[in-house]
C-alpha cells in the first residue's frame, strides 16, 4: 500500500505515541512516575557515574524535578550524593544496595522486554529503524529551532 506523506507522518505520530504509553502502563504498575523510572533506568542501564545534570541532559528532564526525586532517593536509604573532585558543586549519584536491589527490580523487566523485542526484529531493520530515527529526530530539531526562532 502507497502512503501519502501526510498519511506517513500521521501514522509516524499515533506510533510514538503507542510507543509512549507502552511505557507508560508498565511503570504504572510500580506506582512510581516516568521521571523517576527514566532516572533509574540512567543508573542501572547506563554505564559510568552521572549527576543530577547528566540525567536532565540525558533525558530533557527539569533540574528541579530530577533534585526532588534524587533527594527522596537519598532520604529513603537508595542513593548517596559524592561531590566529584576538581567541581565545585557537580555531585556524582551513587546507589546503595538497597537502592541498586530496588533499581533493578524495575528497569531490568522492562529492560529485557525492551532487548527482547528489538532482538525480534531482523537485523536489517534494526540498523534502518536507528539510522533513520536518529535522522529524523536531528532533522526535526533542526526544523523545530527554525520555525520557533520568533518564540
Not at 511503570?27 to 516516568?34: A, L, P, T
Not at 543530577?52 to 548517596?80: E, F, R, Y
Request: proline share 2%.
Amino acid at each position: 500500500m502507497d502512503y501519502s506523506m501526510k498519511e506517513q507522518f500521521e501514522t509516524i505520530n499515533q506510533q510514538m505515541k503507542a510507543f509512549v504509553g507502552i511505557y507508560q502502563d508498565a511503570i504504572r504498575c510500580y506506582k512510581i512516575s516516568e521521571n523517576e523510572f527514566w532516572i533509574w533506568y540512567t543508573l542501572i542501564m547506563i554505564k559510568g557515574e552521572h549527576s543530577q545534570q547528566d540525567i536532565c541532559s540525558i533525558w530533557s528532564l527539569p533540574k528541579q524535578t530530577v533534585n526532588t526525586i534524587i533527594t527522596h532517593m537519598v532520604q529513603k536509604g537508595l542513593a548517596t550524593l559524592e561531590v566529584v573532585s576538581g567541581t565545585r558543586n557537580r555531585k556524582a549519584i551513587h546507589l546503595t544496595e538497597a537502592g541498586k536491589k530496588y533499581g533493578e527490580s524495575i528497569v531490568m523487566p522492562i529492560s529485557k522486554a525492551e532487548r527482547g523485542a528489538f532482538e525480534k526484529l531482523p537485523k536489517e531493520d534494526r540498523i534502518a529503524f536507528v539510522g533513520a530515527f536518529g535522522r529524523y529526530i536531528a532533522i526535526l530539531r533542526e526544523e523545530i529551532n527554525e520555525a520557533t526562532v520568533k518564540c
